[in-house]
């Protein structure tokens, strides 16, 4: 029900439901009842400070023309508004993305106000109409909490920061343009009238830059710790008034919220603390036990964290002293030696990954099991103002494309160049002990453990370096969580159990048929066999659950039909669909070996990275492998 609303808000329909009714009619009958018990339901205002009898507050999705806006244009109630993340269409996030300079966007804005107020001459009786309304709602200045990293609402930003750019620019058309959008022009145009939401006179925009948690979560909002400085900007309104009071409620206040401290990114916060127990928080390094596996996760997950903090410091300009990220490395006795950039966008390259080396304590030999490098990758950061380039990487991973994207042949090169020159002065890149030591270890996170999956195969398969690796929440397109969520735990087994049977049974055939693909796979199932990356999964996270089914179901296949499953295991059917076309593909999940660790944790995000460094006896983790030849 609540996903039908936000698709109505996408297409400015939300007046017309039946939540924004209902809405309306409770506020108004309060409003009523006040006005009939006191005279009056709204009391004026303050300086800056609201002093009417009713305050509306609510989270977003119910607003201008439901409560607050209706209420002013309508009642002429001035009712304070405070909205947290309030939603807003646009292309914006869009633009960012595409369009990277600031004098790019501002010319698209500022043509795009050239051609509303050339159109609001056809269209005059349209334009009347919403200076009218500009002025009714003028007095009514709500209070908009937004979040320049949320999609959802960070269209607000981009709406009132243009537009005030045009008015200092271009003031005729800027304040001619202001009340118009293309939408409700294309319906005036048809006899029917609407109004975008997001065409307010007038309001002050909050504006939270923080890179500390979730962009959109409520929560941000009542932290005790923020420092807030204030940056008042008047402009002229169509419903400016003269004097004192008019000049205080017109125009754009803008407000910003500096959250200058991140708790997520502070180590001594967010670290392992199990591990900081023998020196303290804050000490120069922790004491690591490279023969423990769970001091090896714990690390391998702090560092990939590092990368995380490292574009986090680089968005929010935190150098030298301010910087949060050295921490999460510097505390196991890492330096960092290098960063790996994307540069899809030109002018302001992201952070994908890094490079550490590992140092000894001054006077003590290298432990056997701990690596001397490792090339940590990060995942999605979905909050961040570039986020669309990491979604469309995430699609490609959906297709089975990643292989073929800029930043997998980054990753590959990074790694590569790496092991190249270890090679050239030393000998050798692995020296394969127990328990996988090696010099050169591979983490990920997320799409940061795509990118690790793909570059240790190919280090496997092309150079017969058997690289350590760290996946952690590694994605998996399959469609059995939708099985999981049609059918009860019981019947969902069972069917998971005949559904991975019947089509092992049709790779099998379908093998005998595509013979010669089937021997290219089988050859490199040989080939990868040895490497067994560790593969960190959580059963409620559905981004990654289908490894699970993958090889429980694998596994099930194998204890009933060992013949059957040898000969359908290294198949996939869009493998083989591509093969009959003479294109030979592998999907990624299609590994010989591994070391599947399945966390059944309830208390915990399922897909966040700080899972993976707490202590085993806070984590209901277990582990098996799985090997091949079977």
């Known amino acids: 029900m609540d996903l039908y609303l936000d698709l109505k808000v996408m297409v400015n329909t939300l007046p017309e439901s039946k939540r924004s009714h209902l809405a309306n009619k409770e506020v108004q009958n309060l409003v009523a009842t006040i006005d009939k018990g006191t005279g009056s339901g709204c009391g004026g205002h303050g300086d800056g400070v609201a002093s009417s009898g009713l305050w509306d507050t609510h989270s977003a999705l119910l607003w201008r023309w439901t409560w607050g806006g209706a209420m002013m244009a309508e009642k002429d109630y001035n009712l304070p508004t405070f909205l947290f993340n309030p939603p807003q269409v646009s292309l914006a996030p869009a633009i960012d993305v595409l369009l990277p300079t600031k004098k790019a966007r501002r010319s698209i804005h500022a043509a795009s106000s050239f051609l509303k107020a050339r159109m609001d001459k056809v269209l005059k009786p349209h334009k009347e109409r919403m200076e009218k309304l500009f002025e009714q709602l003028s007095p009514w200045a709500p209070e908009l909490y937004v979040h320049e990293r949320d ?42 009238e609407k109004e975008r939401p997001h065409l307010l006179p007038t309001a002050r925009l909050w504006k939270n830059s923080s890179m500390d948690g979730d962009a959109h979560d409520l929560q941000q909002w009542w932290r005790p710790d923020l420092k ?3 940056q008042n900007r008047a402009g002229e309104d169509l419903g400016a008034r003269d004097g004192e009071e008019g000049s205080r409620r017109r125009g754009f206040l803008r407000d910003f919220l500096d959250l200058d401290f991140d708790h997520a990114d502070c180590f001594d916060n967010s670290g392992p603390v199990h591990m900081m127990a023998k020196n303290g928080a804050g000490s120069p390094r922790t004491v690591v036990d490279w023969g423990k596996e769970e001091h090896r996760r714990c690390v391998a997950a702090c560092l990939i964290k590092g990368v995380y903090i490292i574009e986090n410091d680089s968005t929010r300009r935190r150098v030298h002293t301010n910087a949060l990220a050295p921490p999460w490395w510097e505390n196991f006795g890492f330096n960092l030696l290098d960063v790996i950039r994307d540069d899809s966008d030109h002018d302001d390259q992201f952070i994908i990954g890094a490079i550490y080396e590992h140092v000894p304590p001054l006077g003590e030999p290298a432990h056997p099991l701990s690596p001397h490098y490792v090339v940590a990758f990060r995942g999605t950061m979905i909050s961040h103002p570039k986020a669309l380039i990491d979604l469309y990487l995430d699609a490609k991973i959906m297709v089975n494309t990643l292989k073929e994207s800029k930043r997998s042949r980054l990753a590959n090169t990074a790694v590569k160049k790496l092991v190249a020159t270890i090679d050239k002065g030393m000998g050798g890149a692995c020296g394969h002990g127990t328990a996988g030591s090696c010099i050169v270890w591979l983490a990920g996170h997320s799409l940061g453990a795509s990118l690790a999956l793909d570059v240790g195969r190919a280090m496997m398969v092309e150079q017969g370096y058997n690289l350590p690796t760290f996946l952690f929440n590694p994605p998996q397109v399959s469609p059995t969580p939708a099985i999981d969520v049609l059918l009860p735990i019981e ?23 595509l013979n010669p693909h089937k021997e290219r796979m089988e050859n490199l199932f040989k080939r990868l066999s040895p490497w067994a990356p560790e593969l960190y999964v959580h059963e409620r996270d559905v981004i990654c659950k289908g490894y699970i089914d993958y090889f429980e179901q694998r596994q099930q296949v194998q204890e009933r039909f060992r013949a059957v499953a040898t000969s359908a295991m290294t198949l996939s059917y869009r493998d083989m669909f591509f093969s009959m076309f003479g294109m030979e593909k592998e999907q990624p999940h299609l590994l010989p070996s591994v070391r599947l660790w399945k966390s059944t944790s309830k208390d915990e995000d399922a897909h966040a990275l700080q899972q993976w460094w707490k202590p085993m006896g806070e984590q209901s983790l277990s582990v098996r492998r799985y090997s091949y030849p079977l």
């Open 151 to 192: 999609l959802i609402c960070k269209g607000y930003i981009s709406y009132f920061e243009q537009r005030e750019q045009v008015k200092e620019r271009f003031r005729g058309v800027g304040k001619s343009a202001m009340a118009l959008s293309y939408r409700d022009m294309l319906f005036a145009a048809f006899g029917k």
């Open 228 to 230: 807030a400085t204030q």
């Open 491 to 513: 019947k969902a087994q069972k069917a998971k159990r005949n559904i991975y049977a019947v089509s092992y049974f049709v790779k099998a055939g379908l093998g005998k048929v």
